[in-house]
């Protein structure tokens, strides 16, 4: 692991997204309402799923530092012209390393979770386009997609 002991605790926050196309049976399935499925209700399922993964993420990738979230939101957009389902995640800590990873596996966690939900509808939907949109906080300060990073 990164020796992060002589860094100072500063407030840390990151912003990942990506997304989900589906066939236009499963979108409609998601888009019902209650938007549910065979397994019940996709996005507040696949929700707590994203806020779970963003708290285990320690445990899922090696060398990555234990942290004690402050926040973390989950945000859904629905797109029927592509059929496709974005999910938005922003997680939050006080400490001396930032969320990136936190955001960007909640974002990984909260699609496969829809996948896993829709696939008796569809099994040819495709989780694409996942990455970190914004980070603030630590000696780097703010990164952002898109502007020279």
Known sequence: MVDVG?????????????????????FAALRAPGGVSPKGDVLGVARIAAIQGAKQTSSLIP??????????SVDFTLDADHCRLTIEVCAETVGKTGVEMEALTAASVG?????????????GMVIEAI???????GKSGVWERGAGG
């Open 131 to 137: 990455g970190l949109v914004r980070k603030e906080g």
């Open 111 to 123: 699609l496969l979770t829809v996948y896993d939900m829709l696939k008796a509808i569809d099994k």
């Open 63 to 72: 060398l990555c530092h234990p942290l004690p979230l402050t926040h973390v």
């Open 6 to 26: 002589a860094k100072n605790a500063t407030h840390r926050k990151a912003v990942a997204e990506g997304s989900i196309r589906l066939s236009p049976p499963a």
